[in-house]
């Protein structure tokens, strides 16, 4: 933004922060990546689309091998509420789906849509725009979001229609938004509230309708002045009284969504709680301006910026960049490797994992790929034993215990790291960045946190199949219970005439005759001294004595029987 602007924009009365315990203070390296402009990414040849690109169930293909799609088409629809769509970033013809590699620091493959590109980037019918979404229903647009396929942005990738849709019980009075974007060498929030702040500002409208929310806070780290002007400039253009940037100090990890809440705020969000438990719903900047594309233009999320940079790349630049775009040709558009590359980094030197290669495609979360040399990146040296200094305690801005944690993950003991709140862990890496030891601390908690949820998964599994268990031993007891009750009943009718039968009902003449006629046979065994359970039991010389006193008193009944039939 030039000079004439910046003096423009209106300085408004500086709001008070608040601090969060523990973070680092972190070299930038942000310089690096932002001297050139966004730019757009070169249209590549193919595209791998995982099915897997968020938090919860994998998308469910809609397309089949051979068919023709068009730019910004559903090929893949989301499966169940915890998932989100995947729509084509090109036009183009689908050749394949199965597994191909994903971004995954072990380097495994999961199921992807690959999509070979025609050259026309020609666009499918979208929805129509809705510009007037301020007299809309909130449920109309989480819908346009979930269809538009949208998650968090900033790293977590949860759906957003969920994330948008606060529970009767939970008012929520205060919209964040994130831009706070305090990992070094990360720049693309950085670049993209400078490039398009009217976007953001647009979209954190469009949320705060959405969610209800009397106030918006949008949290900026003063080391990056630039967006603070062009989002200061865009809410003032906007009008909007309700929408005021907050310039933060620069603090790793303020961007996390408990620490920024805490800074913006004050407020604390509960132990294992969320925010919208004290009325407040954190949205990224880009996923706010992914959120103005969708509803105000009606175009899906296809394409977010990319910051590559790193002593190991030749031109550290941010692009934009089609979802699905294999990471190896976003590297020749950024000059290639350099010979001081030592690693492949997706997401920062904090959080992010190294790659074991870069024919991976590029997902919703990503937002980095990060080239460092081993000057930027130094191999860990071996781990040496504890010596239970507390600097994990002390860098920790959750406010944990990582040596109690380290312990008992490392012991296996799960339960006892569940009881130190092993889940309020964010992984941020402070622990791990300040141990003397070179302990990786965030690799035990991880562990710990995996091995927890097969264990709930498998206690959960476990509970489900003892109550199928009872509810059909149940419900077979109560169909046995229900089948001797009628036979009960039948007997009982059986044997005790009702008063309103009528006195020659044939049927009930015929059901008395053949118990008489076994009444009969038993007799006829008990006077010789047999006493079989049943006929089919009988010798064959004692079933012939007794069809013949059975033959005997059919023929002294017959007059009675012709007589009944007159």
Same mark, same amino acid.
């Given at each position: 933004?030039?000079? %004439?602007?910046?003096?423009?924009?209106?300085?408004?009365?500086?709001?008070?922060?608040?601090?969060?315990?523990?973070?680092?203070?972190?070299?930038?390296?942000?310089?690096?990546?932002?001297?050139?402009?966004?730019?757009?990414?070169?249209?590549?040849?193919?595209?791998?689309?995982?099915?897997?690109?968020?938090?919860?169930?994998?998308?469910?293909?809609?397309?089949?091998?051979?068919?023709?799609?068009?730019?910004?088409?559903?090929? %893949?629809?989301?499966?169940?509420?915890?998932?989100?769509?995947?729509?084509?970033?090109?036009?183009?013809?689908?050749?394949?789906?199965?597994?191909?590699?994903?971004?995954?620091?072990?380097?495994?493959?999961?199921?992807?849509?690959?999509?070979?590109?025609?050259?026309?980037?020609?666009?499918?019918?979208?929805?129509?725009?809705?510009?007037?979404?301020?007299?809309?229903?909130?449920?109309?647009?989480?819908?346009?979001?979930?269809?538009?396929?949208?998650?968090?942005?900033?790293?977590?990738?949860?759906?957003?229609?969920?994330?948008?849709?606060?529970?009767?019980?939970?008012?929520?009075?205060?919209?964040?938004?994130?831009?706070?974007?305090?990992?070094?060498?990360?720049?693309?929030?950085?670049?993209?509230?400078?490039?398009?702040?009217?976007?953001?500002?647009?979209?954190?409208?469009?949320?705060?309708?959405?969610?209800?929310?009397?106030?918006?806070?949008?949290?900026?780290?003063?080391?990056?002045?630039?967006?603070?002007?062009?989002?200061?400039?865009?809410?003032?253009?906007?009008?909007?009284?309700?929408?005021?940037?907050?310039?933060?100090?620069?603090?790793?990890?303020?961007?996390?969504?408990?620490?920024?809440?805490?800074?913006?705020?004050?407020?604390?969000?509960?132990?294992?709680?969320?925010?919208?438990?004290?009325?407040?719903?954190?949205?990224?900047?880009?996923?706010?301006?992914?959120? %103005?594309?969708?509803?105000?233009?009606?175009?899906?999320?296809?394409?977010?910026?990319?910051?590559?940079?790193?002593?190991?790349?030749?031109?550290?630049?941010?692009?934009?960049?089609?979802?699905?775009?294999?990471?190896?040709?976003?590297?020749?558009?950024?000059?290639?490797?350099?010979?001081?590359?030592?690693?492949?980094?997706?997401?920062?030197?904090?959080?992010?994992?190294?790659?074991?290669?870069?024919?991976?495609?590029?997902?919703?979360?990503?937002?980095?790929?990060? %080239?460092?040399?081993?000057?930027?990146?130094?191999?860990?040296?071996?781990?040496?034993?504890?010596?239970?200094?507390?600097?994990?305690?002390?860098?920790?801005?959750?406010?944990?215990?990582?040596?109690?944690?380290?312990?008992?993950?490392?012991?296996?003991?799960?339960?006892?790291?569940?009881?130190?709140?092993?889940?309020?862990?964010?992984?941020?890496?402070?622990?791990?960045?300040?141990?003397?030891?070179?302990?990786?601390?965030?690799?035990?908690?991880?562990?710990?946190?995996?091995?927890?949820?097969?264990?709930?998964?498998?206690?959960?599994?476990?509970?489900?199949?003892?109550?199928?268990?009872?509810?059909?031993?149940?419900?077979?007891?109560?169909?046995?219970?229900?089948?001797?009750?009628?036979?009960?009943?039948?007997?009982?009718?059986?044997?005790?005439?009702?008063?309103?039968?009528?006195?020659?009902?044939?049927?009930?003449?015929?059901?008395?005759?053949?118990?008489?006629?076994?009444?009969?046979?038993?007799?006829?065994?008990?006077?010789?001294?047999?006493?079989?359970?049943?006929?089919?039991?009988?010798?064959?010389?004692?079933?012939?004595?007794?069809?013949?006193?059975?033959?005997?008193?059919?023929?002294?009944?017959?007059?009675?029987?012709?007589?009944?039939?007159?």
């Amino acid at each position: 933004m030039d000079q %004439a602007v910046r003096q423009t924009v209106p300085q408004p009365t500086r709001r008070r922060v608040w601090a969060f315990d523990g973070g680092l203070h972190l070299p930038d390296h942000k310089l690096e990546s932002t001297g050139r402009p966004v730019r757009p990414a070169a249209l590549p040849a193919r595209l791998w689309l995982p099915l897997q690109q968020h938090i919860g169930e994998p998308a469910q293909p809609v397309v089949s091998v051979g068919d023709l799609v068009l730019k910004g088409q559903l090929v %893949a629809r989301p499966k169940g509420a915890v998932s989100a769509g995947i729509h084509a970033p090109t036009s183009g013809t689908i050749v394949a789906i199965g597994p191909h590699a994903i971004p995954h620091p072990s380097g495994l493959s999961a199921t992807c849509i690959e999509l070979a590109s025609d050259g026309r980037d020609a666009w499918a019918e979208l929805p129509a725009p809705w510009p007037d979404f301020a007299a809309r229903d909130p449920a109309e647009l989480r819908e346009r979001v979930r269809w538009a396929g949208i998650v968090g942005l900033g790293g977590a990738a949860f759906p957003s229609s969920l994330k948008l849709s606060p529970r009767a019980d939970q008012p929520i009075h205060t919209l964040v938004l994130n831009g706070a974007e305090c990992e070094p060498y990360i720049t693309c929030d950085d670049m993209l509230m400078r490039g398009h702040p009217d976007r953001v500002v647009e979209g954190a409208r469009v949320l705060r309708h959405v969610v209800g929310a009397g106030i918006v806070l949008i949290g900026i780290e003063d080391n990056k002045p630039e967006a603070i002007a062009a989002m200061r400039h865009a809410v003032a253009t906007a009008g909007d009284a309700r929408i005021e940037v907050v310039v933060i100090p620069t603090k790793y990890p303020s961007g996390g969504e408990k620490q920024l809440i805490r800074v913006l705020t004050g407020a604390e969000v509960p132990s294992h709680g969320i925010p919208a438990q004290i009325g407040v719903v954190c949205q990224n900047v880009a996923t706010a301006a992914a959120v %103005a594309d969708a509803v105000v233009r009606g175009l899906p999320l296809i394409s977010r910026i990319v910051t590559l940079t790193g002593e190991g790349v030749a031109e550290p630049c941010n692009l934009e960049v089609l979802i699905g775009t294999p990471a190896r040709e976003l590297v020749a558009q950024a000059g290639g490797y350099t010979p001081r590359v030592a690693k492949l980094i997706l997401g920062g030197p904090m959080m992010g994992f190294a790659l074991p290669h870069d024919d991976v495609p590029i997902t919703k979360a990503a937002n980095c790929l990060l %080239a460092p040399s081993r000057a930027e990146s130094p191999p860990p040296p071996a781990p040496l034993p504890c010596i239970r200094c507390g600097r994990c305690a002390e860098a920790c801005p959750v406010g944990l215990l990582p040596q109690q944690m380290y312990w008992w993950a490392r012991a296996k003991d799960l339960d006892k790291t569940q009881d130190y709140n092993l889940f309020d862990c964010i992984e941020c890496g402070c622990c791990a960045h300040v141990c003397p030891s070179h302990i990786p601390l965030v690799q035990y908690y991880r562990y710990a946190k995996t091995e927890a949820w097969a264990k709930e998964q498998e206690r959960r599994k476990a509970e489900q199949a003892r109550h199928r268990h009872e509810t059909r031993v149940a419900r077979l007891e109560r169909l046995e219970a229900e089948r001797k009750s009628k036979l009960r009943k039948k007997k009982e009718e059986l044997e005790t005439p009702t008063a309103d039968a009528p006195a020659g009902d044939p049927k009930k003449a015929a059901i008395q005759a053949a118990l008489e006629r076994a009444a009969a046979k038993k007799a006829a065994l008990a006077a010789q001294g047999v006493a079989p359970k049943n006929t089919e039991e009988l010798t064959p010389a004692q079933q012939r004595q007794v069809d013949a006193a059975d033959a005997r008193r059919q023929a002294a009944d017959a007059p009675v029987d012709a007589e009944s039939r007159d």
